[in-house]
């Protein structure tokens, strides 16, 4: 069998047909503790940031950090925060009366025709100093 010092590199690839950067090439190992450690410590400070504002934020302590990078090491360190889904605040299938809509068959043809005012309906007491009383 062959030594890799007694072939060739270009000889090599020429025979098997590979591109010669295949055959030099050696993958860089990116030592990432340091920015895990930021990352957390970032999370443990905000935990509602997302991979976005988490970007911008390593970017304002002085990483240099694509937010595909961010995302990459939140999600393998389990950082990822829960998408907060819509609340529904308002039932509007109630049995109540809905009031009419006054202004729809008027014919609005000047400023100021229609003015809508907000009337309390509450009694208020003589030494009550809040508005509108």
């Known amino acids: 069998m062959l030594n890799r010092d007694e072939v ?33 410590s970032v999370a443990l400070e905000f935990p509602r940031y997302g991979y976005r504002r988490m970007t911008v934020e390593l970017a304002r302590r002085g990483w240099r950090i694509n937010h595909k990078h961010t995302l990459r090491l939140m999600r393998e360190e ?11 605040t308002t039932f509007s299938r109630h049995t109540y009366d809905r009031y009419p809509n006054l202004i729809k068959p008027l014919e609005i ?22 508005w509108p009383c």
């Open 8 to 40: 060739s590199g270009k000889l090599l690839c020429q025979v098997l047909d590979v591109p010669r950067s295949s055959y030099y090439y050696r993958p860089q190992v990116a030592d990432d503790l340091e920015l895990r450690n930021a990352i957390e």
């Open 78 to 88: 389990n950082l990822l925060v829960a998408v907060r889904h819509y609340c529904q």
């Open 109 to 130: 043809v000047r400023p100021d025709q229609c003015g809508v005012a907000i009337s309390p309906t509450f009694a208020c007491s003589e030494n009550s100093s809040t």
